[in-house]
């Protein structure tokens, strides 16, 4: 009796294990057949029974699509059937994607970060007037706040206008600007104050547990 159990190990390998056993001996009876009509016919019920077992995706594009190709696919890219799409093949699903390019925008300055890159492009292409010298002005300085958070001594408001003016390929222009910059103080300040915040509310609530910690003994 023991001889005559089954394990899974000693099976056939499931292609797509989501779909089950009893589906892939459906594929595999498909392709055993002679004739195309009745492979045609057979595949056909497969594939509305791959349907039933995946409702949550009959409202995506191309779903009949897919399901074509992962009978495919189960089948070992070997049955002889009419498909309505063009037959997926193996080197095309079994070829390993191209390496993503890590973005590069200007690894010079790094801790600027990517959002001031792309406030600088947007700042380029307005028209010249205050909106976009008041725009220019904010970019400058959220530049110098974040060389503070990078480099904690205090920075010349002449090296960010110059990495103003490096960035923008010359486009944006404080250089000869006889307005100042806000005060490194002020930039960090807000950190701080947040900072504190936070180290205020812990000691009060040290003090809840420490109070609540002397009723309990009494």
């Known amino acids: 009796m023991i001889d005559d159990l089954e394990y899974n190990?000693?099976?056939e390998h499931l292609i797509i294990p989501e779909y089950g056993r009893h589906l892939q001996k459906m594929i595999n009876h498909a392709k055993s057949r002679e004739t195309k009509e009745e492979r045609?016919?057979?595949?056909?019920?497969?594939i509305s029974v791959m349907g039933n077992l995946q409702p949550h995706l009959r409202d995506v594009a191309d779903f009949q699509h897919k399901l074509w190709d992962q009978l495919f696919i189960m089948a070992d890219f070997d049955i002889d059937v009419d498909s309505p799409y063009d037959n997926p093949e193996r080197e095309v699903l079994q070829a390993r994607p191209e390496p993503l390019e890590y973005p590069q925008n200007f690894p010079k300055y790094r801790f600027y970060g990517n959002n001031i890159k792309t406030m600088i492009d947007v700042a380029i292409t307005w028209e010249e007037g205050e909106m976009k010298?008041?725009?220019?002005?904010?970019?400058?300085?959220?530049?110098?706040?974040?060389?503070?958070?990078?480099?904690?001594?205090?920075?010349e408001d002449a090296v960010i206008y110059d990495h103003l003016f490096e960035l923008s390929n010359g486009a944006?222009?404080?250089?000869?600007?006889?307005?100042?910059?806000?005060?490194?103080?002020?930039l960090l300040r807000?950190?701080?104050?947040?900072?504190?915040k936070s180290n205020t509310n812990k000691n009060k609530n040290n003090n809840k547990k420490k109070y609540s910690n002397n009723r309990k003994r009494y």
Do not use: P
């Open 133 to 155: 010298d008041a725009l220019t002005y904010t970019i400058a300085n959220h530049m110098k706040k974040c060389f503070l958070n990078w480099n904690k001594d205090t920075v």
């Open 40 to 46: 045609n016919k057979l595949a056909k019920s497969i």
């Open 9 to 11: 190990t000693e099976r």
């Open 190 to 196: 807000t950190k701080s104050k947040y900072g504190n």
């Open 172 to 186: 944006l222009n404080l250089k000869d600007s006889e307005e100042a910059l806000s005060d490194s103080n002020s």
